[in-house]
């Protein structure tokens, strides 16, 4: 079982639709959970971060969590092109520092 | 302005050599981290380096090296131990050792063996 786990896609969805995208964790001790977008060639850039159980909302994009279910989800209201990429799911393990296990990803096509 | 520097952008090594990536930072954060990162996989952890000399491998350091100097610097060696280097190198950064700090990361260094 991987540390980390998301769907690959792609997720396609068609513009001003809600994306969600999904993730699971196997440590139950994990404290944080981060959600990073990658547009193609490009490095991660930060969008969302969530540390306690329910949701936390940042204008167009709400992550949710639940740590007794170990999953993190990620919802993208009112998609747009321009949302297409590739979102990464990171969960710090309780490891005593800041260490990120991230998750393959999952591409999101939204379609005009 | 803030941020994470990288360079080069594109790196082409022969075999056999060694290469050094560099990595900067104007953010005075205390923790820097390397991760590369490969086709279908996440990224993975390298090195990570929470104060000024002083670093700790992560899940993949055989065939690398880094050094941790200056709290702005934290350059990667990759050296000709690494078996298949040819990856997308990634540098972050993080505000201390707290599990709710957030990590940036820089643009990218995409390494390619001839």
């Known amino acids: 079982q991987k540390e980390v786990e998301q769907n690959s896609g792609p997720l396609s969805v068609p513009e001003g639709a809600i994306a969600s995208l999904n993730c699971t964790y196997s440590d139950r001790g994990s404290q944080s959970f981060f959600w990073y977008r990658q547009y193609s060639g490009k490095s991660p850039e930060l969008i969302m971060s969530?540390?306690?159980?329910g949701d936390k909302e940042d204008g167009r994009f709400t992550a949710q969590l639940n740590k007794a279910s170990q999953y993190v989800s990620l919802l993208i209201r009112d998609s747009q092109p321009s949302d297409s990429a590739t979102y990464l799911c990171a969960v710090n393990k309780n490891t005593g520092f800041q260490k990120l296990v991230f998750g393959t990803g999952t591409r999101l096509l939204v379609s005009p | 302005d803030g941020g994470i520097t990288q360079s080069p952008k594109y790196l082409f090594r022969k075999e056999g050599q060694n290469v050094t990536l560099s990595c900067e930072q104007n953010l005075n954060h205390d923790a820097m981290y390397w991760y590369r990162q490969d086709p279908g996989q996440g990224l993975r952890l390298i090195y990570y380096?929470?104060?000024?000399?002083?670093?700790q491998k992560g899940d993949i350091a055989e065939g690398y090296s880094v050094s941790r100097e200056k709290k702005e610097s934290f350059p990667l060696t990759v050296t000709s131990a690494q078996k298949n280097p040819t990856a997308f190198y990634l540098c972050a950064s993080s505000n201390g050792r707290s599990p709710y700090n957030e990590q940036f990361f820089g643009p990218g260094t995409r390494l390619t063996v001839l």
């Open positions: 380096s929470q104060i000024v000399n002083d670093f």
């Open positions: 969530i540390y306690s159980n």
